[in-house]
């Protein structure tokens, strides 16, 4: 007997619900496509919930978005803030105990997400033969991990990245693994990794070049694939093995469990209570050899990185260099604060530098910081994220009273540094009487161009009770900061458009 997973209800007339048959979808794996917004995540979220009793999941999360699932479901969470080869020796025991996971890879930059996916990855492909169970290995955002165009990570961390999806996706259902991966844009995936689903949930598309690879995967025409652009939020199409034979309309379900009756020809997951299942698989590792890669791997340990090299060269300069001279000495640290501070202005005086990663920021601030021969030790990453965060909140120096700045900084202490940019950036407004900022505007103000991940973020804190939002008669959003006891004037949410080089510097700092 198959097991039935409940994703939704079939939109076409006399529909019913749809279904997806789990065994098929083991052995064919699945591809969803559709531009932010249009429920990717919470399609796969509701195809977790509905499939956790039945089997093994993993989840590689870039943004910790399904963490949420632990408490529920049992999910153990692996924050992915450690070195590669724990990661790797974590996956090995979650096959080993047949324990589901998210790896949240939340607040690493591009390279190290990329890195730590490929190492847990690996880890799973690398199981013993043992321990092969059948396993959903979801991907979310999976044009991160195997990009079709080298970004500006580096190209070896490209490659272990783009390696570890391409086992994933093409061999790993001999191995139990079962890729199920989702993206906003299908013309970014690496087309090797995408030509491996045999099934597709394609949501609202826009861009005709993502249209026409999901025509071309899909086998449709691409007049019928212009349907893509007017799906609503929530509804995809479906077609493949594991979902139905031709193209269906679908509407996603509430993501909301009910246990489901059918009885598996897949093994029953084994009844560890989670808190046994953390201790199963993240107990303290003992240094053991690390036998299972070094079967498949002997490589040479991985170079340190770019950014490890660069700090250690900022930091040999004067041991290596001519010693100090008197001034350089002298130099308080005001004014080697000072200098950080106009090498991070500008860096950012860069119209680009706003989607730049945050590594390669770093890269470039280590090596001006070599030029400018700034004393003392280099600025940690850490401390660099957090000047950053200042500067892209584009606060004008003297603008705002100190002490009421302080306080903002202060609460925007609590949320991850990535996002302490956007709340300073609306603590800003808000101090200054001014509308609440559009989507671009926050968005460029953590390092991207989404309107979408922006409305994620002010989400995001909003359920941490960051801030709170309303919309005035226009839709017009107004932000209120709980802890500043301030709220910015009403802003239209959809009011930017790309600075042009040169004009309207949003970084400047004065
Ligand atoms: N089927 C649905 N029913 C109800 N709400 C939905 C549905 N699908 C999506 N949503 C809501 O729409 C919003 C956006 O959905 P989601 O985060 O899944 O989009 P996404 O495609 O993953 O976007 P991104 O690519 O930016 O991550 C969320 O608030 C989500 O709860
Ligand atoms: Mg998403």
Known sequence: MTVAIDIGENASPGGG???????????TRLLVQGNSGSGKSHLLRRLLEQSAPWVQQCVIDPEGDFVTLAERYGHVVVEADRSEQDLVRVAARVRQHRVSVVVSLEGLDAEQQMRAAAAFLGGLF??????????????????LFAPMAAGEVSDEARKV????????????????????????????LAKNVAA????????????????????????????????????????????GPALSRRPVPVRIGEVETQARSTSP?????????????????????????????AERRPAPPPPPSTNDILAELVRSRPAAAAPPSPEEVA????????????????????PDAAFRSVAVLYQDLLVRMRIKRVPGDALTLAAFKKRLSVARAGVEAGAIPEDAWARAEAAATDLPEDIQGVYLLLARAAFEGAPCPPDGEIARACGSRSPGRARRLVQY????????????????RIVALPDLG??????????????????????ATG
């Open 331 to 350: 130099l308080a640290a005001e004014e080697r604060d000072a200098m950080i501070d106009e090498i991070v202005r500008d860096l950012l005086s860069d």
């Open 126 to 143: 690398d199981a013993e033969r043992d321990h092969w169970y059948p396993m959903l290995v979801v991907v979310d955002e999976a044009q």
């Open 265 to 293: 020809k897949l093994l029953p997951m084994p009844e560890t209570p989670a808190e046994d299942a953390r201790d199963l698989i993240l107990a303290p590792l003992a240094p053991e050899p690390a036998r299972l890669r």
């Open 161 to 188: 990245s783009l390696g570890a999806m391409t086992n994933l996706m093409c061999r790993g259902r001999k191995r139990g693994l079962a890729g199920v991966i989702a993206t906003q844009r299908l013309a970014k």
């Open 17 to 27: 619900r749809m279904l997806v048959d789990l065994e098929e979808l083991l052995a």
């Open 196 to 239: 491996e689903a045999s099934n597709f949930l394609m949501g609202r598309t826009f861009l005709d070049i993502d249209m026409a690879r999901a025509a071309d995967l899909l086998g449709m025409d691409r007049r019928q694939a212009e349907s893509f652009r007017d799906l609503q939020r929530g509804h995809f199409v479906a077609l």
């Open 486 to 507: 301030i709220e910015t004037k009403a802003g239209d949410p959809a009011a930017w458009e790309e600075p042009q080089e040169g004009g309207g510097d949003l970084f």
């Open 461 to 476: 804190m909003e359920s941490r009770g960051h801030v709170v939002t309303r919309a005035d008669m226009r839709g017009h």
